[in-house]
């Protein structure tokens, strides 16, 4: 039987500024000013980031030539 190989889509704050090479406090701070989209199950709970959505950001971010 082959191994699993699912990779969540959803990462909570410090995983999420991992990605992105940030701060913890940088992707609040992005969340909050509505540059990243982010989910939240519970009022009070963590928050969760798309990787599509940091993606985009990334995209979106990027400076041409």
């Given at each position: 039987m082959a191994a699993s190989?699912?990779?969540s889509r959803l990462l909570k704050t410090p995983?999420?500024?991992k990605y992105l090479?940030?701060?913890q406090w940088k992707i609040r701070?992005?969340?909050h000013r509505g540059a990243i989209a982010y989910c939240?199950?519970?009022p009070d709970g963590p928050f969760w980031f798309d990787r599509n959505?940091?993606?985009k950001f990334i995209e979106e971010i990027k400076i041409a030539p």
């Open positions: 190989t699912l990779t995983n999420a500024a090479n940030v701060s701070q992005l969340a939240q199950f519970d959505d940091l993606d």
